[in-house]
């Protein structure tokens, strides 16, 4: 209890750090009136083609689960959609765990190879954003001090991401001398929880000599181009529902996006109120000028995420009620998640 009580006032006070950044000299004004001036349409517009989105990310998803084991469209659906929104509302990125332990089944699919298909999907992710980022900043040639850190950021992000892929290519080669050596890396600490430990790296480092084979793999990699070019269109869409920003356009568009999603790697609140805001505006200041950004820019900010959150939302409670994935299942491997932690 003391640790979730640590994690969710760490998590606010970086939540409120981040709110005070992205509300700061805000335009009172222009932000109502681009409020007043925004369409039913466009968020519908907009809803739609977020539900695209999520779509291709859970069965993109479950090209990686394949060779694990047999998932129903149904369950996979389920798990998909209420492991997102358990990641977007839990704080400090702890939903990560969700989806897999509400993909798992016993004798089929456990849960530490199922997490390895999404620390796949992470680095993968993180290395294609920081590097969009980093080639896109240096096309366009932007400069100044607000560019060189968001160039500076990229290349720390994707530099961390690419030692974390290495890590996983040699405990891939190496299976049980990594298992080996972390059990005696723990083991003065706990015998018991050495062996624990190890085993459960054992079967994760399993899950990745999962990994599809070349061709479920090159399905993998078309299927996140197709899922960050349909995110990338979204937020270009959106660009058209307000009036200061109409002349923006897919350059643009795929900038905010990989500035966007190199800032949600830093864990934060609840929501990812806060650091959401702050970098969708950083990602318009390399193109618009400051009146603009904080009237326009931060109500595109707001209504971007809040239609984001509200689709996850929306989908994750559909499925926990209707789908495979129960309240009552949902509540009891967050359980088994706790009880595992403690031992």
């Known amino acids: 209890m003391k640790r979730v009580l640590v994690n969710l006032v760490a998590s606010l006070a970086i939540g409120a750090l981040f709110v005070w950044l992205a509300a700061r000299g805000v335009d009172w004004n222009g932000l109502r009136h681009a409020f007043a001036s925004l369409g039913w349409l466009h968020l519908l517009g907009y809803f739609l083609i977020l539900s695209a989105v999520q779509l291709v990310r859970i069965f993109r998803w479950g090209i990686l689960l394949r060779p694990l084991g047999a998932v129903s469209t149904g369950k996979l659906l389920a798990a998909g959609s209420v492991g997102i929104m358990a990641l977007i509302l839990l704080p400090l990125r702890l939903g990560e765990f969700a989806r897999p332990l509400l993909v798992a089944e016993r004798g089929r699919i456990r849960a530490s190879a199922a997490l390895a298909t999404v620390v796949i999907e992470r680095v993968v992710d993180a290395l294609a954003m920081a590097g969009l980022l980093a080639i896109m900043l240096f096309v366009l040639g932007s400069d100044g001090d607000h560019a060189r850190s968001l160039r500076l950021w990229a290349f720390i992000i994707f530099a961390g991401f690419l030692a974390v892929l290495l890590l996983l290519l040699l405990a891939y080669r190496f299976r049980q001398g990594t298992a080996n050596w972390f ?35 090159a399905s993998f990699l078309g299927m996140t181009v197709l899922y960050w070019g349909l995110s990338g269109l ?24 990989s500035v966007l999603c190199v800032g949600l790697m830093i864990p934060a609140g609840p929501g990812m109120i806060g650091n959401f805001h702050y970098f969708v505006k950083a990602g318009l200041g390399l193109f618009v000028t ?4 904080a009237g326009a820019g931060l109500a595109y900010a707001i209504t971007v995420h809040a239609m984001q959150l509200g689709q996850q939302v929306v989908w994750g409670l559909f499925f926990l009620f209707t789908g495979q994935v129960s309240a009552g299942n949902w509540l009891l491997l967050s359980a088994r998640q706790q009880q595992d932690r403690q031992h």
């Open 234 to 257: 979204g937020l270009v869409y959106m660009f058209r529902a307000f009036e200061p920003l109409a002349r923006l356009g897919p350059v643009e568009g795929f900038t905010v996006l």
């Open 290 to 293: 400051g009146p603009v950004l």
């Open 183 to 217: 059990r005696r890396l723990l083991r003065p600490l706990s015998p018991r929880l050495a062996g624990r430990a190890a085993s459960m790296l054992d079967s994760f480092i399993g899950g990745l000599h999962a990994l599809p084979d070349r061709r479920l793999l």
